[in-house]
């Protein structure tokens, strides 16, 4: 069920509008025309009146735009505060809200797309867009970038890598990018006498350190997996279980698979780190002090930061290098962006609005509470790189650098199938009930008939 809030936010006071070498203003220029068969492209620079479609005259004009995106509470607030700060310098712009946490968002897509009418900007993430990627709801946004120099602020690679279509479209503009890194305890690295990780640090080196944190104490653990496990093991090291776009598996004689359930195994069988793959958290988080080690992602930070305050010193690492196939751990990648709808009535307060929300410094700034900023020169400086407000300093380039080896997470149709039917044998191999090999034939067979389900 979508939630709405009155339009408050802590942020707004904060913020300010001034476009920090942003792309330019082209409101005009970036107006885009409907064809006869649905498909959008982009209008000659000055052709602000597109055909079929209501476009604000004059900054006079009033203007209510719809505006959809997930995330907890502080995230949430943060969007609404960007959208209240965009408003205040906009007074004749109205933005009504429609938001809801990450898992409920799955659902408002799929009765956004089904029902053929999406909020005039709306969030989506890299993992989002797979079922949706034919669709025309998105309006294509190439133009819009190309006629205002967008590119120029942006890792245009990653934008095309992450939202460009097979037929040539890019339905989003780029928020945040939130990767995977290793957080660890600097005082049980010390208790246990250990030096503290560096970025060419290997899986053993990890593992060694985890089984002597371990030997600590009782309610001690070297390492924290959390829920992430199934995500991660999909294609840990670089050969993907199953071949996406070809919808076929790839689990049989696949030896990176076969080790990368055996460590994860192992490492909990050991009581290296605890079984939270069922998301059963007894024993608090990395926060607590109890873990020397946590896979820990970009939007944990915040977490950290306030939770841990002085009770222990802590910073992050690059996810381990694996010496057997000489590869460093991949992390589960998501980028996050914002799309306009082709059905909007005002494309160019839409185009306007998402232009403050990924191209200006005030809006990075916001932003780095989930994820890596998606807007270059601020993600690029030295003021990014030590601004951590009243928090605690931590190595953000880890983060940064993990972006390099990353491998995108698909979640959605055939895919959840299969990741749940992994799951669940996965759990059997840890509960003793079934060995690695037979998982690996049971998800080969049975993830085969998933795929050919959906043909």
Sequence with gaps: MVKKKILVSLLTAAVTLTMLAGCGSGQDNAASNED?????????????????????????????LTFGFFGDDPEAEMKMGLANAYMEE????????????????????????????????FALA????????????FEDLKHYIENDGCSEYWDMDSVEANWKTDDGRIVA???????????????????????????????????????????LGDDIYGIRWGVRVPEFYRNLYGNMFYDVENKKMNVEGNEEFKA???????????????????????????ETGKFGMALSATWDMSTYENAIGDSFQWDVVELP???????????????????????????????DFIKYMTTTEEAAKAAQSIGIPNFQPYVSSDEYLNDFGE?????????????????????????AQI???????????????????EMMADVQEQGSLIFDSYQ
């Design 36 to 64: 006869n068969a649905g498909n959008t492209s982009a209008a000659t620079e000055g052709n602000a009146a597109d055909e079929g479609t209501e476009q604000a005259a004059s900054t006079e004009e009033e203007v209510e």
């Design 90 to 121: 906009h007074p004749n712009v109205k933005i009504e809200f429609e938001y809801c946490s990450g898992a409920d968002y799955l659902t408002k897509l799929q009765t956004w797309f089904s029902s053929e009418e999406t909020p005039d900007v």
């Design 126 to 137: 890299s993992d989002q867009l797979y079922p949706y990627k034919d669709s025309l709801l």
């Design 173 to 215: 503009a780029p928020f945040v990018s939130k990767t995977f890194a290793i957080a660890y305890n600097k005082a049980l690295f010390d208790q246990a006498q250990i030096p503290y990780p560096t970025s060419d640090w290997t899986e053993k080196d990890m593992l060694d350190a985890a089984e002597k944190i371990s030997a």
């Design 260 to 286: 990368t359930i055996t460590m994860f195994v192992d490492s909990i069988q050991r009581g290296l780190a605890p079984d939270e793959t069922d998301g059963v958290i007894s024993t608090g988080g990395f």
């Design 321 to 351: 290098i694996n010496e057997q196939f000489n590869t460093r751990w991949l992390t589960s990648f998501r980028g996050n962006g914002w799309c306009m709808s082709s059905k909007s009535k005002y494309k160019d307060v839409c185009w």
């Design 391 to 415: 928090g605690t300093p931590y190595n953000k380039s880890v983060f940064i650098n993990m972006i390099s080896s990353s491998t995108p997470f698909y979640n959605l149709g055939s895919f």
């Design 419 to 437: 990741n749940d039917l992994t799951k669940a044998d996965y759990q059997k191999v840890l509960a003793g009930d079934m060995t690695v090999e």
